[in-house]
């Protein structure tokens, strides 16, 4: 009795044949035959190094173009906008202390103490118009800015109306101008220390990610270059054949990247580094220095504005100048001055020094004029040893020495300033100049692998 046999018809089910279904291969099984022949793993090898290469490069620019735009951005906005804020502290700071000046000169006050209070106040403007131009609206920043320019026109109001009642010989004058000062110091002076410190912090952060060390990039160009070796082992054993043209190439392609990467990285990291050591951290110190002497000078004349009616301004210029050189216990300095005479670099050093002494003959002769008023009894002395309007009385006076101080604080600042630019400037575009350096080397890397291995593969053919 024949067997029936069994065929497939429109009702039977359809067999199924492991990994092949409709006749189609899945994707795994697809792979998983074409790595059983030579030909098929040499693919898959050169698809590897392809993707591994051209992701090193990609990540790599990437990562290196953002330290290039973090390096622009110390160059040309944080460090111009932290030195701005710098600027309209000290700008205001000034006003303050000029227009107490030509309030005790009165009607012989020179014409050069005017304009010079109208061209802090002028500073003062622009730098906030600008510095407000150039912060997102994100920014903390914006807030202060927005108070020191509602501010601003509130205090120059006061004190016109302290020098309109000043000339009319109106005792009032004196207490709108001791008014005018207080804002200053409770409103102005602590917005710009406010803004100061914001724009400090944005620039910190600059300077992070400006010298920050792309690890990813280096992690992934050491697996490129071991999966390029692992290759080349691997066909050695296979073929007996010493080196890949193509693949060696390769290699050499992504060791000169991550070299690249690394002396373009290295340099950049020291330019930076110089730049804070040299420029922007002994500002920072020179301007707090700076804000101290105009404190000083601004207590010293507000005493003189109150006639000792009180002994505030006595006790800010004892506290304003400890905090401005003051000493620890074993004689070091520990003021705001003997902090920027220790940060100051090379070409900045001598003239912090000669503020030094001219601060310390300034201190003397305030001194001098203390005792002229309160031992001696002599208010008029004491006032003509601070401050003198005609020239040749001037130069024997306690603000000659400050002046004097002021502009040897100013020298230094551009020295400083100046160390800072040079040492930074260019980073961002030798760092641009690596991330396209290296990009190109990876795609030249994933060509020559893959044009490497191509040649094994004719030989299949």
Request: aromatic content about 6%; charged content about 20%; hydrophobic content about 50%.
């Amino acid at each position: 009795m024949a067997t029936p046999v069994r065929t497939e018809g429109a009702g039977a089910p359809a067999r199924s044949d492991g990994p092949v279904a409709a006749g189609r291969p899945r994707p795994v099984a697809r792979l998983n035959r074409a790595t059983r022949t030579a030909p098929g793993r040499l693919r898959l090898a050169g698809a590897l190094l392809a993707v591994v290469t051209v992701a090193f490069g990609a990540l790599t620019a990437w990562q290196v173009d953002a330290r290039a735009r973090a390096a622009e951005r110390v160059v040309s906005y944080s460090q111009p906008l932290s030195q701005a804020a710098a600027d309209i502290h000290r700008s205001l700071a000034d006003a303050d202390t000029t227009a107490a000046t030509g309030f005790l000169l009165a009607g012989a006050e020179p014409k050069a103490v005017r304009e010079r209070y109208e061209q802090d106040l002028a500073t003062v403007s622009r730098l906030i118009a600008e510095a407000a131009a150039r912060t997102t609206a994100a920014s903390p920043a914006q807030g202060w800015l927005a108070t020191l320019n509602q501010q601003v026109p509130v205090y120059a109001g006061l004190v016109e109306t302290a020098r309109a009642d000043n000339r009319l010989g109106y005792p009032l004058g004196g207490a709108y101008l001791r008014y005018a000062s207080d804002q200053m110091r409770t409103v102005l002076l602590p917005a710009a220390a406010q803004l100061g410190a914001a724009e400090n912090q944005e620039l910190a952060d600059d300077y992070a990610a400006a010298r920050s060390v792309p690890w990813a990039a280096y992690g992934l160009g050491a697996l490129a270059l071991a999966v390029l070796v692992w290759v080349q082992v691997v066909l050695f054993r296979r073929t007996n054949r010493v080196f890949n043209v193509g693949l060696v190439a390769a290699t050499a392609a992504v060791l000169s990247a991550v070299l690249w990467l690394t002396v373009a990285g290295t340099t950049a990291d020291a330019a930076l580094q110089r730049s804070e050591q040299r420029g922007a951290a002994p500002l920072r110190a020179l301007n707090a220095a700076r804000i101290d002497v105009l404190t000083a000078r601004l207590a010293e004349n507000l005493h003189f504005v109150a006639r000792g009616s009180s002994t505030k301004y006595a006790e800010l210029w004892s506290g304003t100048t400890e905090h401005l050189s003051g000493t620890g216990s074993r004689g070091e300095p520990t003021g705001t001055l003997g902090e920027a005479r220790l940060l100051a670099p090379a070409e900045a050093g001598a003239a912090v020094a000669a503020a030094g002494e001219q601060y310390r003959h300034w201190r003397d002769q305030h001194t001098a004029a203390s005792k002229l008023e309160t031992v001696d009894g002599d208010y008029q002395a004491a006032l003509n040893a601070t401050v003198a309007a005609k020239p040749e009385d001037a130069a024997k006076t306690a603000d000659a020495s400050f002046s004097a101080t002021d502009r040897k604080l100013a020298e230094a600042a551009g020295a400083e300033l100046e160390q800072f630019r040079r040492a930074a400037e260019g980073t961002d575009g030798d760092l641009r100049t690596a991330a396209v350096a290296v990009a190109v080397l990876a795609l030249v890397a994933a060509a020559a692998a893959v044009r490497g291995l191509g040649r094994r593969l004719a030989e299949y053919r």
